[in-house]
């Protein structure tokens, strides 16, 4: 039998349009990816350069691992907390003021990070640094639904989403720099890295509002031929059988707590990685900071090319389920190898591993939601989809901590995140008939 989308596709782009088509989309493209990818690039940079900071601010500030995992994580907590009101509001008031909005307050907070002294401070922050953030990620990809049709989707979120990896870049080669500026103006090196670090999202704020289009009714740059097209080609897109449009009924869809608690299983692996990778690093070869950095950007390259390449094949094959569960089946294999030895030959190899394996899975999964949701169910869907996946972002690096504490070492709690991976393995298998 035909794919529905395939019938679509030929209503939407008769050989005529096919050009206009491919030129709109070009043109899309090019003005809202670079801005979306700079947004997600610093709000990673915001959230995970704790990591590094972690390295002076741990001892200096006498934080123990199950404190540091602890507050590292409750960022995910106030992230989740405010997701969905964040997705409705911004549905309610438009994608241009309340990001813009989302991005001067993060950025503040970002900064305000440098004051932290003790751990009731460094988990007030943290929290409060996820309900400020809060929204980001699920608007950009709710937004993405009005300017990209399906069998575009998971390439136009992957070459935003490329920002992830591409931030594992600059993160590595930034946080040596900053933090030999210790002592410099009586701060410590970590306060240098969460001040520098935070300030472009308060500069990318101004950038969002005045340059960002709420839908491509506001968007000058479009010709009439043009948005008619995209109009034409998103509403071929919708197939009433499959997309849910009441709020409700999407928030009670199975598919959308499987999604979620897939993302959970994700997340929990990708912050356990992000928060300790460093430490653990440093620990098995130790480098000093700078070479860490540039070892941790080596892995952000990789993880540009997996994500490229795993979901421009998706999008070409129209297939999601081995996509996403080849990846999976490496992470997991990956986390046993660095929780069962710690040799540096193969503790180095398999981290980049496991991290090449997750950004593989995220341009494909992001665009799953938007596959069989549209309008404000989409808005709803989306966000409980992050909001549960975000609450990851709290329990790896908690039971990463809480296990470090416990055993003495980090190699147990490494070796069982190869649990959440195989438990994503049986979810999208049981995706195949949804």
Known sequence: ?????????????????????????????????????????????????????????????????????????LFSIGYALF??????????????????????????????????????QFYAMRFALGVAEAGFFPGVVFYMLQWFPDNLRARAISRFY???????????????????????????????LFLLEGLPAVLLSALFLFQL??????????????????????????RTETHLEDTWRALQDKRIWLLGLLSFCLLTCIYAYNF??????????????????????VNGVLGVVSMTVNATHSDHTRERRWHLMVPLLVMAAAFLVTGSTRDPSWVVPAFAVAITGFYATQGIFCAIPGSFLRGKSAAAGIAL????????????????????DATGSYQLGLMTLAIPCLTGVAIVYSLRDR
């Open 1 to 73: 039998m035909a794919d529905p989308r395939d019938r679509a596709s030929a209503v939407a782009d008769p050989p005529a349009n096919a050009d206009l088509g491919e030129s709109t989309q070009k043109k899309i493209a090019w003005r809202l990816l670079p801005l979306f990818a700079l947004g997600f690039g610093v709000a990673l940079m915001d959230r995970n350069n704790i990591g590094f900071a972690a390295l002076q601010m741990n001892r200096e500030l006498h934080f123990s691992a199950s404190i540091y995992g602890f507050g590292a994580g």
């Open 83 to 120: 997701e969905i009101p964040s997705n409705l509001v911004l549905y309610r008031f438009g994608a241009r003021r309340w990001i813009a909005r989302i991005l001067l307050t993060w950025g503040l907070l970002a900064m305000a990070m440098m004051f932290v002294r003790t751990p009731s």
């Open 162 to 192: 490329v920002a992830a990896p591409l931030v594992a870049i600059a993160n590595g080669l930034l946080a040596g720099p900053l933090m030999s500026l210790q002592g410099r103006l009586g701060l410590r090196g970590w306060q240098w």
């Open 213 to 238: 289009p709420d839908s491509p009714d506001e968007a000058e740059w479009l010709t009439s031929a043009e948005r008619a097209w995209l109009k034409a080609r998103l509403t071929a897109d919708i």
């Open 276 to 297: 300790t990778a460093p430490i653990i690093l440093r620990g098995v070869t130790g480098f000093s900071i700078a070479s860490l950095g540039v070892l941790m950007a």
């Open 385 to 404: 989809v992050t909001s549960m996946g975000i609450l990851g972002g709290f329990a790896g690096p908690a039971w990463i901590g809480w296990m470090k």
